[in-house]
Nanobody, 124 residues
Framework: QVQLVESGGGLVQAGGSLRLSCVASGRTFSNYNMGWFRQAPGKEREFVATISWCGGRTSYADSVKGRFTISRDNAKNMVYLQMNSLKPEDTAVYYC?????????????????WGQGTQVTVSS
């Protein structure tokens, strides 16, 4: 089992920045690829970004490419999502997730463990 807890959400104006954090506990953190997903009201959970176990590979949704950066610190069991140039359409609950697969994946159903989510609200 891996337990994940997100933090760092909040209310920000359009064009602003937020940094989300996710701390992991339980099994060896560096065994897992990590991902960020988001879910807006009335919409399905969607992929945002993912990072390989060693941090050497990343992948982003087209909607956030160039604005968001995913990173991790295996010594601290942490994964981060730096979000810049935020837009109202980025408003959602953001979830951290862990995946045991060797390859980077973008399907929510493919991830094994999830946090409880943190709310991000971007005002226009």
């Amino acid at each position: 089992q891996v337990q994940l807890v997100e933090s760092g959400g909040g209310l920000v104006q359009a064009g602003g920045s937020l940094r989300l954090s996710c701390v992991a506990s339980g099994r060896t953190f560096s065994n897992y690829n990590m991902g960020w997903f988001r879910q807006a009201p009335g919409k399905e959970r969607e992929f945002v970004a993912t990072i390989s176990w060693c941090g050497g590979r990343t992948s982003y949704a087209d909607s956030v490419k160039g604005r968001f950066t995913i990173s991790r610190d295996n010594a601290k069991n942490m994964v981060y999502l730096q979000m810049n140039s935020l837009k109202p359409e980025d408003t959602a609950v953001y979830y951290c997730a862990a995946d045991r697969s060797a390859s980077l994946r973008i399907g929510a159903h493919e991830y094994d463990y999830w946090g409880q989510g943190t709310q991000v609200t971007v005002s226009s």
